[in-house]
Every structure is written in C-alpha cells, then in structure tokens.
C-alpha cells in the first residue's frame, strides 16, 4: 500500500513560483505518477503525469509553465509551477498507479494553492 503526502503549498501572487512535493511511504513510488488539481465548484482535472522511465505530460494551461520531475531514489515527485496565474487556484493532489490501463489507485490528502492578482 502506497501512502502519498503533499507538501509545499500556499498563497502567492500572480507571477510567482512554487514548488509542491509529494513524498510516498509504505512501498516505492508507483511506475506512473500524476499531479491533478481541483478548483471550487470544478472536476478534478489532470495537470501532469510522468512514467517511471520519465516521460511526461501536460495539461494545456499549463505547459510551458509546470514541470513534473521524480526522484526514485527519495520516493517523491515534485511540481514546479511558475508564472502562476489565478486560475491555478486550487486544491493540487498528488497521485500514483502502477497500470497505465488502470485509474490513479493512490492518492494524498491534497495541498491548497492560492493565487491572488
């Protein structure tokens, strides 16, 4: 059973940087990773995933902007998100599965990000 904590999260203005962490416990990370986020009164949607061998993608609004990254060797894979921009605002989950024909098996508890203008 993998266990998955998010960190890093807060408020900053329009133009900043942050950088969220998500640390897995209990087993190594998962072959696929993924950060999704969820706004007020939205679906959750996929922001960014990265494999094992580390290949990744983005969402549209976000490319050029956030970088996906992993380490296996500290069981985490972090988010670095630039040029922030309102419409980040969100609760960021951290996620994991093993099977890319499979759903996102694992999740953490979530880290809010505020963006104000």
């Known amino acids: 059973q993998v266990q998955l904590v998010e960190s890093g999260g807060g408020l900053v203005q329009a133009g900043d940087s942050l950088r969220l962490s998500c640390v897995a416990s209990?087993?190594?990370?998962?072959?696929?990773m993924a950060w999704f986020r969820q706004a007020p009164g939205k679906q959750r949607e996929l922001v960014a995933d990265?494999?094992?061998?580390?290949?990744?993608s983005y969402a549209a609004s976000v490319k050029g902007r956030f970088t996906i990254s992993r380490d296996n060797a500290k069981n985490s894979v972090y988010l670095q998100m630039n040029n922030l921009k309102p419409e980040d605002t969100a609760d960021y989950y951290c996620?994991?599965?093993?099977?890319?024909?499979?759903?996102?098996?694992?999740w953490g508890q979530g880290t809010q990000v505020t963006v104000s203008s």
């Open positions: 990265i494999a094992s061998g580390g290949s990744t």
């Open positions: 996620a994991g599965r093993w099977f890319v024909a499979t759903g996102y098996d694992y």
């Open positions: 209990g087993s190594t990370l998962t072959r696929y």
